[in-house]
């Protein structure tokens, strides 16, 4: 089955360590993002990529990190610089020359 | 700047009876494209409609309904019959054709359904 998968659905960290969460498309996408989702508030971007090897910030960048070495996978690092990581984080991709991004099912990191 | 004002937080709402989900954007561009999405309780956004800024066609697909105006610049989106498995969290969105397909969320608005 073509999706977009993200692993685990549930991440626990120590404050103070890094820790990536994976996101990985099947569909041929070519652009891929990544949002946070805090509790009552919409989707904010941190970084999306439309090729591989190249990537920008979005709107809320600071303490993340990100790499697109393949075009099926778009990895992000939360560095311990994030203030406050505890978040749901979810993974989309989207076809070139479409609109429509595709979500996979997210990940909740909680530090504690 | 771009950005999706969605004002109700949560909206109770009665078994069968309809219920609107407002959503106004605004945008400097004239191409742009709106989108509605569903959040059930897994998480996973799941995609409803989308419909660029050419087209104020309204749609129907089901016991779903929308209403574009681009005059009153929203993107409304009502249930009818709504029924105890409405209950989400429903996210309006805005991406503007200029801007790498960047996408702008409502804060959602969850329909309480109560049976």
């Known amino acids: 089955d073509g999706g977009i998968t993200q692993s685990p659905k549930y991440l626990f960290r120590k404050e103070g360590q890094n820790v990536t969460l994976s996101c990985e498309q099947n569909?041929?996408?070519?652009?891929m993002y990544w949002y946070r989702q805090d509790p009552g508030q919409g989707l904010r971007l941190i970084y999306y990529?439309?090729?591989?090897?190249?990537?920008q910030k979005g709107d809320i960048a600071e303490g993340y990190s990100v790499s697109r070495e393949k075009k099926e996978s778009f990895p992000l690092t939360v560095t311990s610089a994030q203030k406050n990581p505890t978040a749901f984080y979810l993974c989309?991709?989207?076809?070139?020359?479409?609109?429509?991004?595709?979500f996979g099912p997210g990940t909740r990191l909680t530090v504690l | 700047a771009q950005k999706v004002t969605q004002a109700q937080t949560e909206i109770s709402v009665v078994e069968k009876e309809d219920v609107t989900l407002d959503c106004v954007y605004e945008t400097r561009d004239t191409t742009y494209y709106l989108f509605w999405y569903k959040q059930p309780p897994s998480g996973e956004l799941v995609f409803l409609i989308r419909r660029n800024s050419f087209d104020e066609q309204n749609e129907i697909s089901g016991r779903y309904s929308w209403n574009f105006q681009k005059s009153t610049s929203s993107f409304n989106f009502t249930i009818t019959a709504s029924q105890v498995v409405d209950s989400a969290v429903y996210f309006c969105?805005?991406?503007?054709?200029?801007?790498?397909?960047?996408?702008?969320f409502g804060a959602g608005t969850r329909p309480f359904v109560k049976a």
């Open positions: 969105a805005l991406s503007e054709a200029d801007g790498g397909f960047k996408t702008i």
């Open positions: 569909l041929n996408h070519d652009a």
């Open positions: 989309a991709s989207r076809p070139l020359g479409d609109d429509e991004q595709f």
């Open positions: 990529s439309q090729i591989v090897n190249d990537f």
